[in-house]
């Protein structure tokens, strides 16, 4: 059973999701939700949310979070690859192909991130385009331009 609870956040109502004790799922606003699951606020879940709210505030760069995402094995992969992307970096999706293994999975790797069911936790906002231009995110491009003009303004303050 997977439980929910929503978080109102600077970027709108936030649902988060977790399922034995790890985090599985983010919906930003206007996302379906499962209807399946149980609104209710875990210890988990509050931690999630407190730590979103403080990523969202320029003041947590790295989440410590028990995830669990659910893909195939070549989505976990990426994933796992992008966990790895430092905060206020990017790295085009050729980038994140050759992390992989598989330096003609470009598109593969878009594929992955398109089904990222753990944006901003897994920051699939840290990926772009060869040519440095912002590529699809769930949340809408300008939602992807915040995050990462958020997590610039962070580190030039240096806070």
Not at 26 to 37: I, N, Q, R, S, V
Not at 81 to 101: C, D, F, K, M, N
Request: charged share 20%.
């Amino acid at each position: 059973m997977k439980n929910i609870f929503f978080y109102q956040t600077v970027i709108g109502v936030i649902g988060i999701a977790e399922k034995g004790n790890a985090v599985t799922d983010l919906y930003f606003p206007g996302e379906k939700t499962p209807e399946d699951a149980v609104v209710s606020e875990t210890e988990i879940l509050k931690e999630a949310g407190k730590q979103l709210r403080a990523y969202l505030a320029g003041k947590l760069r790295n989440f410590t979070l028990p995830l669990a995402p659910s893909g195939t094995e070549f989505m976990l992969r990426v994933w796992k690859s992008l966990l790895a992307i430092p905060y206020g970096e990017t790295r085009s999706y050729q980038e994140i192909a050759q992390s992989v293994g598989n330096k003609k999975a470009s598109r593969a790797v878009g594929l992955a991130n398109n089904r990222n069911p753990i944006p901003v936790f897994i920051p699939c906002h840290r990926v772009i385009g060869a040519n440095g231009k912002l590529i699809g995110y769930g949340g809408g491009l300008d939602l992807k331009a915040y995050l990462l003009e958020l997590e610039r303004v962070t580190l030039a303050a240096g806070d």
